[in-house]
């Protein structure tokens, strides 16, 4: 029972921490082009900005072409800024996922060798009981004929004559030919 249950819970954990695994992956695919694509736009911004301005001033006069670009300096620079910023947050978040994705596969491992070892001790506690339960039954057996010999023994009529063992037999029943049978007390 106890087996099933490890094995049971060792199967759910398994599943669960690949589970957690392909979310991680998943995750940090998604984060990865989420970046990309955002440092792209940012690095193309500044640059479309200055052509849509630039097309849109061609027609003013240089005075004026010179005051607008002075005055977008400024915007563009903050937003050059915020998507700077940006830019470290998602840096940061992403290797923050980076150690934590660390972690779990950390923990994977040390998750496996945890139930590798649980195994191997369930199974040599059941080799080992397999073991004492085969060799107590041989035990068992042997003893079971040793108490059949005493009980045998002991109901039948023998001394110590010196250092010889006597017994009282019948002698008129010559079918155990050398051996003949011993008469019960």
């Avoid at 670009?69 to 947050?89: D, I, S, Y």
Wanted: glycine share 6%; proline share 2%.
């Amino acid at each position: 029972m106890r087996e099933e249950g490890a094995r049971s819970a060792t199967v759910q954990v398994a599943m669960m921490v690949e589970r957690l695994s392909r979310m991680s992956e998943s995750m940090d695919t998604r984060h990865r082009q989420a970046t990309e694509q955002q440092e792209r736009t940012v690095q193309a911004l500044p640059a479309i900005m200055r052509q849509a301005a630039d097309a849109g001033l061609g027609a003013i006069s240089a005075d004026a072409t010179r005051t607008v670009r002075m005055g977008l300096n400024e915007p563009l620079a903050e937003v050059t800024w915020a998507a700077a910023e940006h830019g470290r947050l998602m840096q940061a978040s992403t290797d923050t996922m980076v150690r934590t994705q660390r972690k779990l596969a950390a923990f994977v491992h040390k998750a496996a060798w945890l139930v590798a070892g649980v195994l191997a001790i369930l199974l040599s506690v059941l080799a080992l009981g397999g073991y004492l339960g085969w060799h107590y039954k041989q035990v068992i057996t042997q003893q079971q004929i040793e108490a059949d010999l005493l009980r045998a023994y002991n109901q039948a009529d023998v001394r110590l004559c010196g250092k010889q063992l006597c017994a009282r037999v019948g002698r008129a029943d010559k079918r155990y030919g050398d051996y003949v049978p011993l008469r019960q007390r």
